[in-house]
């Protein structure tokens, strides 16, 4: 969440509660990367609290780079991956889950590129305007085309698959994605999270209505 360090805790808070109730709500395997979304969207807002804390308190200077890197590596390394293996796992017909491996094999690559440009150059978080802006000092022909690689796999992939109402959170994702470009571009990332509630609430609604999977008779021997 952006804006405060009470309000990235508070929402922090929020998305925790949500993510366990959202993972309560399961009925398979193939459902918990899915589930996990709300959760995961806890930790990094919790993780931005701490961002905002050093940056805005001089006794917790010390701590800048470390929450810096890992909110960096959740939304930019984890989510290109996390969220069409999601959709991947979920997926039942085939012509669909092969079309989503393809997506996933994009994000792994972006994921990589972009462990190398953090390990590589330097994170420089600073507040700008009540965001909190990270500059990532990369060569400038890197953001469009990582930009657009980060598109495909995180905002197409709910838009593939099958799984009824993950439509609704690709729009949520494109929409917030669309705003935070055009109002926000100088702190998209930070910015973007501020979604997260209403992205997080969509996949409890999608876990809630979900049919339960009726085993085969196979799973039920193996089962015992």
């Known amino acids: 969440m952006c804006f405060s360090t009470e309000a990235s805790f508070g929402a922090g808070a929020i998305l925790t509660v949500v993510g ?45 780079q470390t929450p810096a890197y890992l909110f960096l590596i959740i939304a930019q390394v984890v989510w290109p991956i996390w969220i069409p293996l999601s959709m991947f796992l979920m997926e039942k017909e085939e012509k669909l ?9 994009i994000g792994i690559i972006l994921s990589l590129c972009v462990i190398y440009n953090l390990t590589t150059y330097t994170i420089l978080p600073e507040i700008m305007e009540h965001h909190i802006h990270y500059t990532l000092n990369i060569p400038s022909w890197m953001i469009p085309i990582g930009g657009f690689l980060y598109f495909l796999p995180t905002v197409i992939s709910p838009f593939v698959s099958s799984v009824k ?34 992205m997080s609430v969509i996949v409890y609604v999608v876990i809630k209505d979900v049919p339960e999977h009726k085993p085969t008779k196979k799973s039920r021997s193996f089962r015992k």
């Open 97 to 105: 889950k092969k079309f989503l491996a393809g997506l996933l094999a």
């Open 165 to 198: 109402r993950t439509n609704f959170l690709g729009m949520t994702i494109l929409t917030s994605y669309l705003v935070s470009k055009l109002f926000f571009e100088q702190n998209v990332i930070s910015v973007w999270c501020f979604f997260a509630a209403l």
């Open 20 to 64: 366990i109730a959202t993972l309560r709500k399961t009925k398979s395997r193939s459902q918990l990367a899915f589930a996990a979304i709300p959760l995961i969207f806890g930790i990094q807002q919790f993780i931005e609290g701490f961002v905002w804390l050093s940056l805005s308190n001089a006794d917790y200077a010390y701590l800048k």
